[in-house]
Every structure is written in C-alpha cells, then in structure tokens.
C-alpha cells in the first residue's frame, strides 16, 4: 500500500510540474503589434516612434425624446483638444471645451440657454399634510 502511494505521488508531482497549456506573459517593449501586421516580423519598436494624429466627431440628435449630444476631438502629437455637448433637461446645453496634453485635461465648462422649470402644480399627497408614516 506505502509503494502504491509513493508512485502515486511521484506520478502527481510530474503531472503538475509540466507547464499545463501556454503561458502568458506580459507584451515585451509596451509596444502592441501593428493592426493588420500578421503573425510576426518587424521590431516591436519599429513604429513607436509614430505620431498620433487623428479627428473624429459625432452628433446624436432625437427631439421625439429630447436629445442632442455630441463630441469631436483632434490630436496632433502629444496635445487633444476637443469639445462635447449636451443638451440638460433644464432646457440648456452644456458645452465642455478642453485640452489633454502634458499637464493634465484642462475642461472649460460654459452653458448656453437659459434654465426652466415645470410649472408648480398639485405634489403627491397634496391633501396639505405632507409625509404620513
């Protein structure tokens, strides 16, 4: 019985000693393979030096449910400067203009509109005598 548990545990000791599927490390350099760059060849930091220029904006306007939002941006090297909007449910839009770059996001808020309010009208339990408990 001893040698049946000895051999056991030899086999169980080279069973979880082998590496059990691949292994996963962390991407070498930080750099991610270029999209579309097929299985290997090339440095990983043979791009890292690219700059990082782009612009995209989008517009979401519904008035059968009242919303109007949007965003654009464009970067250019190490600085982002953008704006996004939205449209409150006080009636007014908050715009955010700002800049990404070495020292941080820096947002300029600013509303245009004016704020209104329903009108004041009949409040639940409006029998004058406020919360019951």
Same mark, same amino acid.
Do not use: C
């Given at each position: 019985?001893? =040698?049946?548990?000895?051999?056991?545990?030899m086999?169980?000791?080279?069973?979880?000693?082998?590496?059990?599927?691949?292994?996963? =490390?962390?991407?070498s350099?930080?750099?991610?393979?270029?999209?579309?760059?097929?299985?290997?060849?090339?440095?990983p $930091?043979?791009?890292?030096g $690219?700059?990082?220029?782009?612009e995209?904006?989008y517009?979401?306007?519904?008035?059968a449910?009242?919303?109007?939002?949007g965003h654009?941006e464009?970067?250019k $090297?190490?600085?982002?400067?953008?704006?996004?909007?939205? =449209? =409150?449910?006080?009636?007014?839009t908050?715009i955010v203009?700002y800049?990404? $770059?070495?020292n941080?996001?820096r947002?300029?808020?600013?509303?245009?509109g004016?704020a209104?309010?329903?009108?004041p009208?009949?409040?639940r339990?409006s029998?004058g005598?406020?919360?019951?408990?």
């Amino acid at each position: 019985m001893f =040698l049946k548990g000895l051999i056991l545990a030899m086999v169980m000791m080279e069973i979880y000693s082998e590496p059990q599927g691949p292994g996963y =490390l962390p991407p070498s350099g930080g750099v991610a393979p270029r999209p579309g760059g097929g299985g290997g060849g090339g440095h990983p $930091d043979e791009w890292a030096g $690219d700059p990082v220029n782009y612009e995209y904006s989008y517009e979401v306007q519904d008035a059968a449910v009242a919303l109007d939002f949007g965003h654009h941006e464009e970067r250019k $090297d190490d600085e982002a400067k953008g704006s996004y909007h939205v =449209l =409150l449910p006080d009636g007014r839009t908050q715009i955010v203009d700002y800049i990404a $770059d070495a020292n941080g996001y820096r947002p300029m808020v600013r509303y245009e509109g004016t704020a209104t309010y329903p009108a004041p009208g009949p409040q639940r339990g409006s029998d004058g005598e406020g919360y019951k408990y």
